[in-house]
Antibody, heavy 122, light 107 residues
Framework: EVQLVESGGGLVQPGGSLRLSCAASGFTFSDHYMDWVRQAPGEGLEWVGRTRKKANTYTTEYAASVKGRFTISGDDSKNSLYLQMNSLKTEDTAVYYC?????????????WGQGTMVTVSS | DIQMTQSPSSVSASVGDRVTITCRASQGINSWLAWYQQKPGKAPKLLIYAASSLQSGVPSRFSGSGSGTDFTLTISSLQPEDFATYYCQQANSFPPTFGQGTKLEIK
């Protein structure tokens, strides 16, 4: 079964750090672009960032709201994606989803994880 | 950034009704548009990609149309399981952006 499972969410103080994990199964994540998307409580969806592997090198792009604070990485041996979040702010409180990007569908997100909740609060 | 504006923000309808949701982009995005359905406490689910292509496994009562800046999602005959929030998303240029969502409620 093709699926994504996120983990690592929790409660963290403003200024703190947290690393989220996204484990892929049923497919090789490094063969795909992968996105992180977040959703603040009661709000809509916000794209956070993307990683893509080209010629054995991962490249990343980020939303302006997290650039310089968040870092996406991957571990091919574990078929897993990570989101390292530093200098967290209260406005980063959200459910974080990882999602698979399918290039041939004009970059639609066809597989989503169940999400992991991050709460930034003192 | 490209702004995506959905209308209406919420709509009430009955089982069997035909419903149309509109999504407008602040600049042309060709057909780089997807529609997602989200139920409370669940992850979004892809319904339509490339503006009008039905994702595998999605019922044929869902359809999408449009190109450029104006797009629509139509549900031809509402079923009880269709009451949810719907989002459009453009992927024509970075950063990908979502509409604010349309909540479809039971009348």
């Amino acid at each position: 079964e093709v699926q994504l499972v996120e983990s690592g969410g929790g409660l963290v103080q403003p200024g703190g750090s947290l690393r989220l994990s996204c484990a892929a199964s049923g497919f090789t994540f490094s063969d795909h672009y992968m996105d992180w998307v977040r959703q603040a409580p009661g709000e809509g969806l916000e794209w956070v960032g993307r990683t893509r592997k080209k010629a054995n090198t991962y490249t990343t792009e980020y939303a302006a709201s997290v650039k310089g604070r968040f870092t996406i990485s991957g571990d091919d041996s574990k078929n897993s994606l990570y989101l390292q979040m530093n200098s967290l702010k209260t406005e980063d409180t959200a459910v974080y989803y990882c999602a698979r990007v399918v290039v041939i569908t004009n970059d639609a997100l066809d597989i989503w994880g169940q999400g992991t909740m991050v709460t930034v609060s003192s | 950034d490209i702004q995506m504006t959905q209308s209406p923000s919420s709509v009430s309808a009955s089982v069997g009704d035909r419903v149309t949701i509109t999504c407008r982009a602040s600049q042309g995005i060709n057909s780089w548009l997807a529609w997602y359905q989200q139920k409370p406490g669940k992850a979004p689910k892809l319904l339509i990609y490339a503006a009008s292509s039905l994702q595998s496994g999605v019922p044929s009562r869902f359809s999408g149309s449009g190109s450029g800046t104006d797009f629509t999602l139509t549900i031809s005959s509402l079923q009880p399981e269709d009451f949810a929030t719907y989002y459009c998303q453009q992927a024509n240029s970075f950063p990908p952006t979502f509409g604010q969502g349309t909540k479809l409620e039971i009348k």
